[in-house]
């Protein structure tokens, strides 16, 4: 962290051509950038960014000096709400540190996963910048209402009505963390990013995305609703968006009835008169679900996740492709535009065949299109013994400034130990 008391002593040489009240501006906005720092038990977590001490730091350093995107939001306060099983993290956690947390140095990470035998691979956070809360917990089937029963749908829902609770659960899991936080902190997120364990970022998260009274999906893979993959919107907007179990009750209200995850999202918004927008985003949903090819009209499309996309949320393996260029067009335009569909044009999209596993070979073709430093982070996880995954985990908890879940040895041995 800066420290306050170099700028403090800065101050007087760079403010002489200033005029006075500018200076008093400039000493208002280091005290209280100082009371800020000096009030925070735990320095990990706190936004040093505050508006103030970003309009502070602009005026000493002229706008062109750092292209930094989040120079744009001024300064606001942003929280990553990242949830979902691990499965594939050791393939999208470094895309996501790369291209969300580290674009937005200063917003504060919200983690909320099931424990598996994948969790130990979340250790890759420990590079994220400042990390708030973390909840990893036990998974346990969340209990039906009558009100749910008649909402939702199973239908198209690998594990029925219970996946999708599980799965609302995971998501609005991450409000009370960060109720809490802001409460701890006294302060409130101008923005909540809402995004998955299993996306891979093939590009930053620009902040063209951020609109204030609007609440931001991809397009496609809207499945009859809206794209639930990712969101993100101003504080008000996303405390609506990420209320998906407590807000269900309201839908029933309204009289609705067999809703799948994406129109119960839509009418969710609609219902509570949250205004959203579609933009096209880059990253995909790393996935293991074996889906029939050639893709039939409401058939699933699987992108190689070497696209150049943007993918907006869709479906990915790492795949040699077996459609592309001309092959792609006639494949995507028989599919129905409101269901799996997703956009295709100008060669931004190359298919799999996921008839079948990942094919053999996969890990090579994920380094070459993934990168040197992502390549690496793979590496990094296969080859951890119980030892270094335990010194890894210590490592990660001690950067996260709440910890709620099992020990470390808990974590790692689930992943690691060899059944006997
Ligand atoms: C940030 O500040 C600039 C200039 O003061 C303004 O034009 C822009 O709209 C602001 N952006 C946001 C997201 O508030
Ligand atoms: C919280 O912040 C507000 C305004 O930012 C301030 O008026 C209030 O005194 C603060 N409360 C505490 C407990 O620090
Ligand atoms: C957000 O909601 C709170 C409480 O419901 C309200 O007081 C506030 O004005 C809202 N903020 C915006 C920007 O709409
Ligand atoms: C494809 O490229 C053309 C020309 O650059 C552009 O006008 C069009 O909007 C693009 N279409 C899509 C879907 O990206």
Not at 61 to 83: D, E, K
Request: aromatic share 10%; proline share 8%; with cysteine.
């Amino acid at each position: 962290m800066k420290s306050p008391a170099k700028s403090l002593t800065q101050l007087p040489k760079r403010a002489l051509d200033l005029d006075w009240r500018l200076v008093l501006l400039l000493i208002s906005s280091v005290t209280f950038f100082t009371y800020i720092s000096i009030s925070s038990s735990s320095a990990a977590a706190i936004p040093i960014s505050l508006p103030k001490a970003a309009s502070f730091k602009s005026i000493l350093h002229p706008p062109n000096h750092r292209p930094n995107p989040t120079r744009q939001l001024n300064g606001s306060r942003i929280a990553v709400c990242l949830v979902g099983g691990a499965r594939r993290f050791e393939l999208t956690g470094p895309s996501i540190v790369e291209r969300i947390l580290r674009v937005y140095e200063n917003s504060d990470l919200f983690l909320h996963c099931p424990l598996d035998s994948n969790a130990y691979k979340l250790q890759l956070l420990s590079d994220a910048p400042r990390i708030a809360s973390v909840r990893i917990f036990k998974p346990q089937p969340v209990p039906e209402t009558e009100s749910q029963l008649r909402v939702l749908t199973p239908s198209n829902s690998p594990n029925g009505i219970q996946g999708l609770l599980q799965y609302f659960h995971l998501v609005e899991g991450c409000l009370p963390m960060i109720k809490a936080h802001q409460e701890k902190n006294n302060f409130t997120y101008d923005w909540i990013i809402r995004t998955r364990v299993d996306g891979y970022w093939s590009d930053p998260l620009g902040p063209e995305n951020f609109i204030p009274g609007k609440y931001v999906v991809p397009p496609g893979s809207s499945y009859g609703g809206l794209n639930d993959r990712f969101g993100v919107g101003d504080y008000n907007s996303s405390v609506v968006a990420l209320s998906r179990l407590s807000l269900i009750s309201q839908l029933d209200s309204a009289g609705l009835t067999q809703l799948n995850s994406e129109t119960a999202f839509k009418a969710q918004l609609s219902t509570q008169n949250v205004r959203y927008t579609t933009k096209r985003l880059p990253f995909c949903v790393v996935s293991d679900r074996q889906y029939p090819y050639p893709v039939g009209r409401n058939g699933v499309p699987v992108a190689a996740l070497s696209s150049r996309g943007p993918l907006s949320g869709a479906k990915c393996r790492p795949c040699k492709p077996v459609c592309s260029g001309t092959c792609v067009g006639p494949m995507m335009s028989g599919l129905y535009r409101s269901w799996s569909w997703t956009e295709w044009a100008n060669n931004t999209l190359e298919l799999c065949d996921a008839h079948g596993e990942w094919e053999e070979g996969w890990e090579t073709v994920f380094d070459n299109s993934a990168g040197k430093k992502l390549a690496l982070a793979r590496k990094r996880i296969w080859a951890l013994n119980m030892d270094k995954c335990v010194d890894g985990f210590e490592k990660f908890k001690k950067r996260a400034a709440h910890w709620v879940g099992p020990s470390d040895a808990e974590i790692c041995g689930l992943g690691l130990k060899k059944p006997a």
